[in-house]
């Protein structure tokens, strides 16, 4: 490649500098290696074959950390963003095989630590677990899925919600979590496993349970104020 002369340094400076606003290239030496041979291809280094050899080569160049293209910038936007949103669709996939297991644990009895390892411990379980089924099919139909997402919504509200005790206009804490434990506990199963061969929750039945459960609470309440 022939060498550059002050003259064409100039005009390159200048160009540089008009273009500053939209774009600024780096001073590798990748960056020469590819627009001045295209620049004199096209007969000269002017500020219109600088301009060509950029638009031709737009993704190959290397340019300032934040100074790249409009069309650059937003191509890099969106790869940070799809990573991002990978790393996200990773990480949610890991919670829900952590907790798809440990509803499994629960519903089949058993515990974080391990089997229940007596008979005793097994019952007390069932008073956790409602080991009721419903029969049901198609719990993997998309409007299923969708309806029991609702569902489970309102269900945690209601164990949210539902428990929070009043004594003398102030909050009785420990009487709250008791009742809120005994939400907690409620469990209605399907007949029909889901597509991994895991228990599915149906939690419209256990949005309804719950109400039944909110509602003694508040007679036992509005008995106690009498």
Not at 67 to 79: M, S
Not at 89 to 106: Q, S, T
């Amino acid at each position: 490649m022939h060498p550059i002369t002050d003259t064409e340094l100039k005009t390159i400076s200048d160009w540089q500098n008009a273009r500053a606003s939209q774009f600024l290239l780096d001073d590798s030496q990748r960056n020469v290696d590819i627009v001045i041979p295209i620049c004199r291809s096209k007969g000269g280094i002017n500020p219109r074959s600088l301009d060509e050899a950029v638009q031709i080569s737009l993704r190959s160049l290397s340019y300032m950390p934040g100074h790249e293209p409009a069309i650059i910038k937003q191509e890099l936007a969106q790869k940070a963003k799809d990573a991002a949103d990978k790393v996200q669709a990773d990480r949610d996939k890991i919670e829900l095989e952590k907790k798809r297991k440990r509803d499994a644990e629960v519903l089949a009895g058993r515990t974080p630590h391990g089997k229940i390892k007596t008979e005793f411990d097994r019952l007390e379980a069932n008073k956790a677990v409602d080991t009721q089924t419903v029969p049901l099919t198609g719990v993997n139909h998309p409007k299923f899925i969708q309806q029991n997402l609702e569902a489970k919504a309102q269900f945690e509200d209601l164990v949210s919600r539902g428990p929070i005790t009043y004594r003398n206009n102030r909050e009785d804490r420990a009487k709250t979590e008791e009742r809120r434990a005994e939400l907690q506990a409620i469990r209605i199963v399907a007949a029909q496993k889901d597509k991994n061969g895991l228990p599915v929750l149906i939690y419209s039945k256990m949005v309804e349970k719950a109400q039944q459960v909110v509602a003694r609470f508040e007679q036992e309440d509005s008995r106690r104020e009498m």
